[in-house]
């Protein structure tokens, strides 16, 4: 029998020797090993922490807060939290979130007593109140309603049609009396234009006549 010295790690926190198997990962199995079989504080605080196990047979993962099918609502790893991912036992129709919300406030008050004295002291102390002032609250004057006058009246007796072509043209009125304003105040600025037209054009032909006598003036130059 021939025997071999095999290294095997050892995990930092408790100095124990951790078993792998043929083909595992070392540091995977030192993982799980702190977080599921490790006895040392660190490690204990910290499972702690990772409260939530997850409910498939053979999972030891554990989770800091709880992961639920939607289906049968039991309490998975992320590994396993899919239906295909564990046996998932759907019992019935699915319910939402908040119907489970709805669910755990109806159990949480089943379970809370009820403080009869409280409620039976509040139903005397509202029976024990005066007819007068109940008959006040339900009984109300009548709120007067302001009459509705008519379309009619308020076009002065016209009808829609009426009332209609009476204010085009009324409008028609008001762009005719602006109309003439809107005319002379384009004639002062056309003439005005004109004037400018007129005076430049002169300018310039009195330009035109002072470069033509330069021309003409005779040279007093001579050649000897």
């Known amino acids: 029998m021939i025997l071999k010295d095999v290294q095997v790690p050892v995990c930092p926190l408790c100095s124990i020797p951790i078993p792998v198997k043929r083909g595992e990962m070392p540091d995977i199995v030192v993982g799980a090993h702190i977080d599921q079989d490790c006895k040392s504080d660190p490690a204990q605080r910290k499972r702690k922490i990772f409260t939530n196990k997850c409910q498939r047979p053979g999972c030891k993962q554990r989770e ?3 992961v639920l099918c ?8 992320l590994k396993h939290r899919h239906p295909l991912d564990h046996d998932c036992n759907e019992t019935g129709r699915s319910l939402s979130k908040a119907g489970n919300a709805a669910i755990a406030r109806a159990q ?3 379970k809370e007593p009820v403080n009869t004295t409280s409620s039976g002291a509040a139903m005397r102390s509202h029976v024990s109140q005066p007819t007068s002032s109940r008959s006040s609250e339900t009984v109300r004057a009548p709120q007067p309603q302001s009459p509705t006058v008519p379309v009619v009246a308020l076009q ?5 049609e009426e009332a209609l072509q009476r204010a085009l043209e009324m409008s028609l009125a008001e762009t005719a009396a602006i109309q003439p304003q809107r005319c002379s105040t384009q004639e002062e600025e056309d003439l005005a234009l004109a004037r400018a037209l007129s005076a430049s054009e002169e300018e310039y032909q009195q330009q035109q006549l002072r470069q033509q006598a330069r021309s003409t003036k005779p040279s007093n130059c001579c050649l000897s």
């Open 108 to 110: 949480k008050s089943a």
């Open 70 to 77: 939607d289906q049968c609502h039991g309490n998975f790893c």
């Open 64 to 66: 800091m807060m709880k």
């Open 156 to 160: 002065n007796g016209l009808s829609e």
